[in-house]
């Protein structure tokens, strides 16, 4: 059991590590090139915050663990909503914009009851039909995602530029290798997570879908925290709340797209509760934008978010 907790240990750190040097060393690539600041923080910043989840559910994927694959997604997006909101509306109060309000948060609503629909194939057939993500589900959720990338595009096109953090630029040679040695990184310590979680999974007794929803899921979410967190403390609402709902879109849209693109996943209906939490809380923080002080996620919300968190892995883990 050590072995396989040393395993996550290390590759949750290799993960983060190997992420953070990628969009270092891309981000300084791109500013090469004269790409703005603004477009660097959409793709580079944005894909690299997400590359745990990413590299962990493809290769998970790839091995055919697809529990996995699939409770990394949902256990990081019930995650970002209720344990890194919750977190950082304790720390500070986080006043939403109104686009969030009434466009990324309902896309992200939109993208979990997708992900609901396509993967419970036996509500709309013979209940002897195996529920799965297909390739054709993976292709559409893939379109999705082109069509939120178009949307991003054309809203940050009319944001003003000096409100982005200035990008770092290094040596031409010390970016490709913070390229390469983030990608070795991100392969390496996502390839050590997945076996370490196999592993902790048939050691504890415990399926693979749970410990995606929980252990999995919360370790490649560690970017995501870090950045919000620092965003509160800096009193920076947008970069908190925008990083959190976009990566729960991300998520669904592009990993796991790409994962079902290269291997089906089968679903199990373990998933479902993590399936439900996702809508439940994108619902719930949808409301809380007119509760109390208007488009404002308080401390009293974040309180709540965090408990109900801490009571649904409560949960997993006493009926695993």
């Known amino acids: 059991m050590w072995l396989a907790i040393l395993f996550l240990i290390i590759g949750f750190a290799l993960t983060v590590f190997g992420a953070n040097w990628l969009v270092g060393g891309a981000s300084s690539l791109a500013k090469m090139f004269r790409i703005s600041n603004l477009v660097i923080g959409l793709t580079v910043v944005a894909f690299g915050t997400s590359m745990p989840e990413f ?95 178009l949307y991003t595009f054309k809203y940050v096109s009319n944001q003003n530029e000096e409100d982005v953090e200035p990008v770092e630029q290094y040596p031409v040679p010390k970016s490709f290798f913070l390229v ?47 950045t919000s967190v620092v965003a509160a403390y800096k009193r920076n609402s947008d970069i908190a709340i925008g990083n959190v709902v976009g990566s729960n879109i991300f998520n669904i849209f592009f990993i796991l797209g790409s994962s079902a693109l290269v291997s089906p996943l089968p679903f199990k209906d373990t998933l479902n509760s993590g399936i439900y939490l996702c809508i439940a809380s994108a619902v719930l923080l949808f409301l809380f934008m007119f509760l109390g002080e208007k488009r404002k996620l308080g401390r009293v919300q974040g309180g709540i978010f965090l408990l109900i968190y801490i009571g649904y892995t409560a949960y997993l883990v006493v009926n695993a």
Do not use: H
């Not at 929980?214 to 370790?219: A, F, H, L, M, R």
């Open 180 to 226: 390469i040695i983030g990608i070795l990184g991100l392969i390496g310590g996502g390839q050590l997570m997945v076996t370490g979680a196999v592993k902790l999974a048939e050691i504890a007794g415990i399926s693979q879908a749970v410990i995606g929803l929980t252990v999995v899921s919360i370790g490649t979410s560690i970017p995501e925290l870090a």
């Open 55 to 149: 590299v962990v559910s493809f290769l998970s994927s790839i091995n055919g663990n697809t529990d996995i694959a699939i409770g990394n997604v949902v256990g990081s997006n019930v995650f970002n909503t209720l344990g890194i909101l919750g977190i950082a509306a304790l720390i500070y109060p986080i006043a939403v914009q109104r686009s969030t309000v009434w466009a990324e948060i309902p896309i992200s609503l939109f993208a979990a009851l997708l992900l609901l629909l396509m993967a419970n194939d036996t509500w709309f057939s013979n209940p002897e039909v195996v529920n799965i993500v297909s390739r054709f589900d993976g292709l559409i959720l893939l379109i999705f995602f082109c069509l939120f990338l």
